[in-house]
């Protein structure tokens, strides 16, 4: 059975840190470009970042651009979301997505070319 399930997700105060995970299970996730996206309350679904397969290029939302970084880790079939320097407005469900094996570029980054998506992890930051 295919799954990518997020985690790492919490409640944690404006300037701290949380690494997300985006681990895989029943396929290779080496083979897939990866995205991060989330999604706040009222606020439509925008991309936070991606990585390609095969070069490993990245690209990163300008609002999360020298904050966030996006990672994968072939041995732990695992893609990773690095999150610093945490802000109110980086609360949101984040979820991990990966686009059809076709394409190995992670961009244009946008969910309508994401094919599969995991549950979502909750991270909320506040004071």
């Known amino acids: 059975q295919l799954q990518l399930v997020e985690s790492g997700g919490g409640l944690l105060q404006p300037g701290g840190s949380l690494r997300l995970s985006c681990a895989a299970s029943g396929f290779t996730l080496d083979y897939y470009a990866i995205g991060w996206f989330r999604q706040a309350p009222g606020k439509e679904r925008e991309g936070v970042s991606c990585i390609s397969s095969g070069d490993g290029s990245t690209y990163y939302a300008d609002s999360v651009k020298g904050r966030f970084t996006i990672s994968r880790d072939s041995a732990k079939n695992t893609v990773y979301l690095q999150m610093n320097s945490l802000k109110p407005e980086d609360t949101a469900v984040y979820y991990c997505?990966?686009?059809?094996?076709?394409?190995?570029?992670?961009?244009?980054?946008?969910?309508?070319?994401?094919?599969?998506w995991g549950q979502g992890t909750q991270v909320t930051v506040s004071s």
């Open positions: 997505a990966l686009r059809a094996r076709l394409f190995n570029l992670c961009v244009p980054f946008k969910p309508n070319n994401y094919a599969y």
